[in-house]
């Protein structure tokens, strides 16, 4: 019996092209909801993107929120349940470092706040290419993360250079969404730390929660949930690592998994 279900939010709820979450989805939302199922969100995102996106997901009422790929969780009444921000001694070797290295452009995440410590080239083509210059942030010292509490660091590299990026980042790991950039959180976190942290929460068992994803930071929450669906616009790899691959966000991937399962 499934008692908890987690989603991812860009190309899982929200498609990459319109960025609105489809009627079907929302309805199928409502229906999971009214049959006592706790939904959670489960992103890479930080919590200061809720603000940026559809109404019709942010309207929601939400059981409890996984953001930052599981290194800052909360529930829909604001009571965090998992905060896990850099260790100092990481941010303490790794600063200093990309000072000096001008090609690792990276954006740093804090909870109310975000920056580049460069002018970001790869962000900026990344972002005209899905039209949203309007989340571009600030340029700032990365010396402020000495200061500030951080929790994920988005350097906008290739997957060939993650190992170069992380031996000079002691305690971090790789969370990649992307081909563009690769969310960069403490070792030993994921999406599945949130969701373990959730379900314990609520005295659920992990073969009692279903996780929907289809991107590379999604995979290790698809095999951890009882059930792991990967959207139709996944990559081969996600898919590869799911229990079930429904149809595209867009062609109502969400409502149609929803059905298979018996859910609604």
């Known amino acids: 019996m499934i008692r908890a279900a987690f989603f991812d939010i860009d190309g899982t709820l929200i498609p990459m092209t319109t960025r609105r979450m489809p009627e079907s989805t929302l309805s199928a939302l ?5 049959k006592g199922v706790k939904l959670y969100i489960a992103s890479g995102r930080p919590p200061v993107h809720l603000t940026l996106l559809d109404k019709a997901m942010t309207s929601f009422e939400w059981d409890g929120y996984i953001m930052m790929n599981g290194q800052y969780c909360f529930e829909g009444n604001g009571n965090v349940f998992r905060r896990q921000p850099l260790k100092q001694e990481t941010l303490e070797v790794l600063v ?3 000072k000096e290295n001008a090609d ?3 954006t740093f995440f804090e ?11 790869s962000m900026y083509q990344y972002l005209s290419s899905i039209s949203r210059l ?6 700032e010292d990365p010396v402020r993360a000495l200061s500030h509490e951080t929790y994920m660091i988005s350097p906008y590299i290739t997957a ?3 190992a170069e990026f992380l031996s000079h980042a002691p305690g971090m790991m790789s969370a990649r969404w992307s081909p563009h950039f690769a969310d960069m959180i403490r070792e030993n976190g994921g999406k599945p730390e949130g969701i373990k942290a959730a379900l ?3 005295g659920f068992t992990r073969e009692e929660a279903i996780a929907f994803g289809d ?4 995979i290790t929450m698809l095999a951890y949930a009882g059930i792991g669906v990967a959207m139709g616009n996944a990559s081969d790899e996600v898919k590869a690592h799911s229990d079930y691959v429904t149809d595209s966000c867009e062609n109502d991937g969400i409502y149609k998994a929803f059905k298979h399962f018996d859910l609604i």
């Open 104 to 106: 690792f452009p990276c």
């Open 111 to 121: 909870l109310e706040s975000s920056y580049d410590i460069a002018f970001n080239e």
């Open 200 to 202: 314990a929460m609520h």
């Open 96 to 98: 200093p470092w990309l």
């Open 160 to 162: 060939d250079r993650d």
């Open 30 to 34: 409502h229906a999971l909801k009214e």
């Open 134 to 139: 309007d989340q571009m942030p600030p340029v």
């Open 215 to 218: 991107g590379g930071n999604d």
